[in-house]
């Protein structure tokens, strides 16, 4: 574990060296993730500006949802796009060779090799957004720390998808549109699960988990989670885990390298 983390600390010290070489994208990445905020925060006023409410969900509680889908995207744009959008280039171009001979797991590697700080600003302005309305609603510290154990999962959930499809590239090796696919789907999650007709909640909780990743998360930290909901995502986050571990050594197989 050590070593790891050692090598985590190298990987990362030298990804952001090179980032900061070119420190427009900051102010680039900013203003993107504005424009994105506030198209989100306008489609969720169209809904609310007449009095209506999703069941159960205030405005301030939506914006709890709101600000988790967020921070998901900050999340996404920081660790998993970097490293799992790259697994295509490396099946594509014959490197992934250099990657399963280096002596350190290659899941390990090719998932923590660099990362993009130009994904903080969507951390902030979510961790912004989840403050604002936690204060409106008078949501306590102890609620905010119990949060954190259904978004560590929804982390969990999100990043073993995405590998499971980077992985793919194996046998398909254009699979980028798939990716997009995953991503478009995950837009659901800017919403609360009750927004969506009965066929799309069952589609968004049980095909893909959508609701694990955004109204799990927020509903624990309204004080309304209930323990089925965590352990439903505790169990699915693990699955998930180890299945992407499994299924990456079986791609493996299959995989012809760049000499043969």
């Known amino acids: 574990m050590q ?3 050692k090598v985590l600390g190298l990987f ?3 990804a952001i060296a090179a980032e900061l070489e070119y420190r427009v994208n900051f102010v680039i990445a900013t203003l993107s993730s504005l424009g994105s905020l506030a198209g989100s925060l306008f489609g969720l006023f169209l809904f609310y500006r007449t009095g209506y409410t999703f069941s159960g969900w205030s405005w301030e509680a939506a914006l709890v949802v709101l600000g988790i889908f967020t921070l998901l995207q900050g999340f996404s744009a920081t660790f998993l796009a970097p490293n ?11 490197t992934l060779d250099f990657v399963l ?9 090719l998932s923590t090799h660099t990362l993009s700080p130009w994904g903080l600003p969507d951390l902030v302005f979510g ?3 989840i403050g604002y309305a936690g204060e409106r609603l008078g949501i306590g510290i102890d609620d905010y720390m119990l949060s954190v154990v259904p978004l560590l999962f929804g982390l969990v959930i999100l990043y073993s998808l995405w590998f499971m499809l980077g992985a793919m590239s194996i ?14 789907l995950l837009e659901a999650g800017r919403y609360p699960i009750t927004a969506y007709p009965s066929t799309y909640r069952f589609f968004f909780t049980f095909v893909v ?12 930290m309204l004080g309304r989670g209930q323990t089925s909901w965590l352990i439903g995502a505790a169990g699915l986050a693990l699955v998930l885990f180890l299945f992407s571990t499994w299924f ?7 995989y012809t390298s760049a000499s043969s």
């Open 12 to 14: 990362w010290s030298a």
């Open 101 to 109: 001979l280096k002596p350190i797991r290659s899941q390990f590697w």
């Open 127 to 129: 961790s912004i957004i």
């Open 209 to 220: 988990p959508v609701a694990f990743l955004t109204t799990v998360p927020a509903e624990a």
């Open 3 to 5: 070593r790891y983390l």
């Open 171 to 184: 046998w398909f090796v254009k699979i980028y549109n798939v990716t997009e696919v995953l991503r478009g």
């Open 84 to 94: 799992l959008n790259r697994i295509v280039r490396h099946v594509q171009e014959g």
């Open 248 to 254: 990456w050594r079986f791609a493996l197989r299959f």
